[in-house]
């Protein structure tokens, strides 16, 4: 099962660095969701792309988990040549992610 069957994402990006939120649809996903999607499957989802730590944030009580991708950006926005490796792109990339059957609720 591919990620963006049971949630969606939000992206941001500053400097060199993207912020990614992955947001369940229904919070009896979630579990799945945090225990599949973690900082080091993320830094392997984008091995190409992301040169940096990744960091994961954990926000229960939205059913959400936020990471932040650092050295993301090849160099910033506005220095990097890459017209697809901003934020918006990063997020719809991570929902490629597979994490998976489905599990029971």
Known sequence: MLLREIAHSR?????NRSTLSVIAYDMKD???IER???AERVKAHYQDM?????????VAHLGALNFVLHDALGGGVTRSLALDAHGK????????????PREAA
């Open 89 to 100: 792109c990063l997020s719809s990339a991570v929902l490629s992610m597979d994490i998976g």
């Open 30 to 32: 979630f579990a799945q």
């Open 11 to 15: 992206t941001g990006d500053k400097g």
């Open 36 to 38: 599949c999607v973690t």
């Open 50 to 58: 992301v040169h940096g730590p990744v960091e994961r944030y954990v």
